[in-house]
């Protein structure tokens, strides 16, 4: 937002309380998966979700291009796995959903899902491929885009806690608190969802799976040199980040059973961090209804990474004062609350 922003002519000054990435985007997998992340009851979702994977592209070659900086972004496809019969049938669901909602899936007999992906369990019991489902790093993505923004000329300033909106001297104020945005008003209607996952890394280098693959209750996000992200828990434990036995445990139980070539990885990170949930998975987007100086940018839960062009385009036009037309404004939940 900053980012784009100061390509508006704004200026821009961002303030973090910590340090740039170092929350939520730094325990973010970067999967850009509006395909596998599908729901039938979410479709605004979906296509704001579509929307932004749709800018990705020509986001992070800007950013490239701009910072001389990496991403590691990796058009690699998603594969959803499953495990047992019970599984599989699901999964078939999963596949008609799709395909009734107009996006590439393919269903795949065991053998040729291990065809694509060698490391994947003989006892695998099907499996959808989804092509259009990428994957990005979210640490090289912030680190681009604070560099990006400030050689734009926007003001980066780490270590500095908000407490009170009222007390900053600016005309507009955007926040993007994720999980702790609810301290800066009732309309944020954002909560703390914990997500356990561990960073594995392979000694031999990359290639144990190419893609991004996901079962029911996890997924395995493969980097360029042989680094893997295995997550998550999805865990409603308030602002709890403790890493638990059984959390980890989980995960590689579940991943070992899918690819058990994961069991000889060299365990880096065990990592624990607070997606911010919304009533409706969705985010908020747009003025303040309570303080017209404010512009919400927060609740993306399982899809901040994803989301960061279409925010960013959504929030500084509102900013620039030609807001556009969406569904994901902070007024959604006052109507739905009225009309209930
Ligand atoms: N987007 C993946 C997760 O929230 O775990």
């Given amino acids: ?16 309380r910590g340090s740039f990435g170092a929350g939520t985007s730094r325990v973010a997998a970067g999967m850009l998966a509006p395909v596998a992340e599908a ?25 490239i291009e701009v910072t001389g900086l990496g991403l590691d972004y990796r058009r690699c496809g998603t594969l959803l796995l499953a495990r047992d019969r019970d599984e599989a049938e699901a999964l078939e669901r999963e596949r008609a959903l799709r395909e009734r909602m107009g996006l590439r899936v393919e269903r795949l007999l065991p053998s040729a899902a291990r065809r694509l992906e060698p490391a994947l369990a003989p006892t695998l019991r099907g499996a959808l491929d989804l092509p259009d489902d990428h994957v ?3 640490r090289l993505v912030c680190a681009a885009l604070a560099r990006a923004a400030e050689e734009a000329g926007a003001v980066l300033r780490a270590g500095v806690e908000v407490d009170d909106l009222a007390a900053l001297p600016a005309e507009q104020v955007v926040v993007a608190a994720g999980p702790w945005s609810g301290a800066f008003g009732d309309e944020a209607r954002v909560r703390p969802v914990k997500g356990q996952s561990l960073r594995l ?8 799976v190419e893609r991004v693959v996901r079962w029911d209750g996890g997924y395995l996000a493969p980097r360029h040199d042989g680094r893997y992200v295995l997550g998550a828990t999805t865990e409603e434990r308030g ?62 839960y399982r ?10 385009d959504i929030v500084v036009a509102e900013l620039a004062g030609e807001p556009v037309e969406h569904a994901f404004g902070p007024a959604r939940f006052a109507r739905a609350g009225a009309a209930a």
């Fill in 1 to 16: 937002m900053a980012w784009r922003a100061r390509a508006r002519g704004l200026s821009v000054v961002v303030l973090e």
């Fill in 39 to 63: 729901d039938a009851g979410e479709r605004p979702l979906l296509a704001l979700g579509l929307e932004s994977a749709r800018r990705w592209p020509a986001f992070a070659e800007e950013l």
């Fill in 136 to 138: 990005v790093d979210p």
């Fill in 201 to 208: 890394r392979d000694p031999a280098g990359p290639g144990l």
């Fill in 239 to 300: 602002f709890d980040t403790a890493v638990t036995a059984g959390g980890a445990y989980e995960l590689l139980r579940d991943a070992g059973e899918l690819v058990p070539g994961v069991l000889e990885l060299e365990v880096e990170e065990v990592l624990a961090g607070l997606r911010p949930g919304t009533p409706d998975n969705a985010p908020i987007l747009g003025r303040s209804q309570a303080d017209e100086r404010v512009v919400w940018a927060t609740g993306h």
């Fill in 303 to 312: 899809n901040g990474v994803l989301l960061a062009p279409v925010t960013a």
